[in-house]
T-cell receptor, first 115, second 109 residues
Framework: ETGVTQTPRHLVMGMTNKKSLKCEQHLGHNAMYWYKQSAKKPLELMFVYSLEERVENNSVPSRFSPECPNSSHLFLHLHTLQPEDSALYLC??????????????FGPGTRLTVL | GQNIDQPTEMTATEGAIVQINCTYQTSGFNGLFWYQQHAGEAPTFLSYNVLDGLEEKGRFSSFLSRSKGYSYLLLKELQMKDSASYLCAVRDGDYKLSFGAGTTVTVRA
């Protein structure tokens, strides 16, 4: 248990659906992240938020839309996805961007399958 | 951009030692992390190195040489529960972590 929870754990959706992934951290951290993990590939950073402000949008297609209503919650809204978007989506949080030993703690991920 | 290399797979026997190497190229090195990830679970933080040398934490140790762009994670007294994927990650600047593809370690009885 890392203090970061994600729901749902598994999601199957069609290409025309709209769905949202939710992440919540119970660690009192100020920064939150979304990553994509595809099979046999490195984790790819998608978005970074610090104190509810987006500081990184790593060339992610607009069919992925993040939302950070407060420092404890992070959403990833999905619409008109493609089969190649099927992957494990991981959320992480850290105490404070730029702090020397700032360490990211990960949630268990949402396994997304796009049909 | 980053280029982080680590072996794809390693196999070792229970009670043995395994060393997982990681090499990297970066323009703004600001720390190296090792994570452990069991299948279907979250990556969990193992170690952090920012200065050259060895950091020891129980059965796990991590080494860093910044001049060589090289790190290793040493797992001693291997246990079956150590079977997992081990991820090397380099921080570039304030927060951007770039990950290697991971090394799957299989521990055999």
């Amino acid at each position: 248990e890392t203090g970061v929870t994600q729901t749902p754990r598994h999601l199957v959706m069609g290409m025309t659906n709209k769905k949202s992934l939710k992440c919540e951290q119970h660690l009192g951290h100020n920064a939150m992240y979304w990553y994509k993990q595809s099979a046999k590939k490195p984790l790819e950073l998608m978005f970074v938020y610090s104190l509810e402000e987006r500081v990184e949008n790593n060339s992610v297609p607009s069919r992925f839309s993040p939302e950070c209503p407060n420092s404890s919650h992070l959403f990833l809204h999905l619409h008109t996805l493609q089969p190649e978007d099927s992957a494990l989506y991981l959320c992480a949080s850290s105490q404070e961007l730029g702090a020397g030993t700032d360490t990211q703690y990960f949630g268990p991920g949402t396994r997304l399958t796009v049909l | 951009g980053q280029n982080i290399d680590q072996p794809t797979e390693m196999t070792a026997t229970e009670g043995a030692i395994v060393q997982i190497n990681c090499t990297y190229q970066t323009s703004g090195f600001n720390g190296l992390f090792w994570y452990q990830q069991h299948a279907g679970e979250a990556p969990t933080f193992l170690s952090y190195n920012v200065l050259d040398g060895l950091e020891e934490k129980g059965r796990f140790s991590s080494f860093l040489s910044r001049s060589k762009g090289y790190s290793y994670l040493l797992l001693k007294e291997l246990q079956m529960k150590d079977s997992a994927s081990y991820l090397c990650a380099v921080r570039d600047g304030d927060y951007k972590l770039s990950f290697g593809a991971g090394t799957t370690v299989t521990v055999r009885a």
